[in-house]
């Protein structure tokens, strides 16, 4: 069994460093071009496999707040990727039963983090601190508005862009987080875990916010109708 367990480390260790190094080519690249859809996309399966040997090893351990936190981080990038199948709601593109399913397990592993974060059963729990709680709140709060979503899909006809940005580069910062977590040991637990969210967020927020102004700025005028006299 230390075999297998060793090589999906290996496995694991490698696809988190492929994905820590193909996401800045994805961000740089023409969006919608050909290399941007080739490098997201391999980044996105580097992803897959992060999360999967991640849940693998944590079970194995046992370490439950790793598997829950595998299974928030992933969804980061699982919902950014299924955003481009959601363009236009309107015209039948709406979430399928995969698009509710990760949402509501990821809504529930969300509250375990919170639940387990608070009660702190073991010496795992207690040596991170409040991060399970911070993690599993934004999970909530990201899982829940993605189910809002899917019952009311929004009428902004660049909804998925956002979307998938917000998603595809929060996953990021889980990536950067978990880089952070094993190699920065001069800064305390805590700090080494939370400083990615804290810088990465308000730049989410700033990139997305420029984008809904370029596609105000290119939108056509509305034509008012004349009153009817």
């Known amino acids: 069994m230390e075999p297998l367990i060793a090589t999906l480390r ?14 800045p080519a994805a961000m ?3 969006k919608g071009g050909r290399a941007h859809r080739r490098w997201g996309k391999t980044y996105f399966w580097a992803m897959a496999v992060v999360a999967s040997t991640a849940v693998v090893l944590g079970l194995f351990r046992p ?8 299974v928030f981080s992933f969804y980061q990038a699982f919902s950014g990727y299924r955003a481009l199948s959601r363009k236009r709601p309107a015209q039948g593109q709406g979430p399928g039963v995969i698009d509710w399913a990760a949402a509501l397990v990821t809504l529930a592993a969300s509250v375990a983090l919170v639940v387990l974060g608070l009660l702190r059963p073991g010496p795992s729990w207690q040596g991170v601190g409040m991060v399970p709680v911070i993690f599993g709140v934004l999970g909530m709060v990201l899982a829940g508005l993605d189910v809002r979503k899917f019952a009311r899909p929004p009428t902004d006809p660049h909804a998925w862009w956002f979307a998938h940005m917000a998603g595809m580069l929060g ?5 950067v987080s978990a880089f ?6 001069f800064l305390p637990p805590a700090v080494r875990w939370l400083w990615p969210t804290a810088l990465g967020v308000p730049l989410i927020t700033l990139w997305i916010t420029s984008y809904k102004r370029r596609f105000r700025r290119a939108a056509p005028p509305r034509i008012e109708a004349a009153p009817v006299i």
Not at 63 to 70: K, P
Not at 171 to 175: D, K, L, R
Request: net charge neutral.
């Open 10 to 23: 290996w496995i694991h260790i490698a696809a988190g460093m492929l994905a820590l190094g193909l996401a």
């Open 28 to 30: 740089l690249t023409v």
């Open 171 to 175: 996953s990021y910062i889980a990536t």
């Open 180 to 185: 952070s977590v094993v190699n920065f040991t």
């Open 63 to 70: 370490q439950i707040f790793l598997v829950l936190l595998a």
